[in-house]
């Protein structure tokens, strides 16, 4: 089978450990991690996890299981990048002088329709949310100046179709 990116959300407790014992699932299976976020979710005190990975069909089905098996688990979903809408954020601190010193650098910033956020004397920082191919494109054409710091989020995404989250909130809450 073809290994294709597939993305998981997983809706969980807020427990500690919860992550190192879904991480361990992926060890076991030496499946590595391409990105992982975490926040609150839609729900109120229900987190959601969404970790992308490479794998095939048969893997995205076993590993999903797995995952739910956790005690803190409510439920877990898998999507492919078709399924879904995502997007990742990236910063990027420059040193400040080239601001001014390198017009070619407004002009990236712009073209990218990247944001700048802070500006010191000694830096300052860009903001760019878009597809990994867009925050790797601006990475690329800052690196040359001379980057002072990088940094990407994990994916974010939304499926485009309901996975209906509270109906399995509702089938937990009558068993």
Request: proline share 1%; aromatic share 10%; glycine share 2%.
């Amino acid at each position: 089978m073809k290994k294709r990116n597939y993305t998981i959300s997983i809706y969980t407790e807020n427990n500690v450990g919860l992550l190192n014992r879904i991480s361990a699932i992926f060890l076991k299976r030496h499946i590595n991690i391409r990105s992982v976020t975490s926040s609150e979710s839609e729900i109120p005190n229900i987190y959601r996890f969404i970790i992308v990975v490479k794998v095939d069909g048969e893997q995205i089905i076993k590993l999903v299981k797995q995952i739910e098996k956790q005690i803190e688990v409510i439920a877990a979903f898998y999507h492919t990048d078709e399924e879904t809408i995502y997007l990742e954020t990236a910063l990027y601190k420059v040193n400040s002088k080239l601001l001014f010193e390198e017009r070619q650098i407004q002009n990236i910033i712009k073209k990218s329709r990247a944001n700048i956020v802070t500006v010191k004397p000694d830096y300052f920082v860009i903001e760019k949310t878009g597809w990994r191919e867009e925050t790797d494109d601006l990475y690329h054409k800052l690196k040359k100046y001379g980057l002072l710091q990088f940094v990407r989020s994990g994916r974010i995404s939304v499926s485009k179709s309901s996975m209906e989250i509270s109906k399995h909130l509702k089938n937990n809450e009558n068993e």
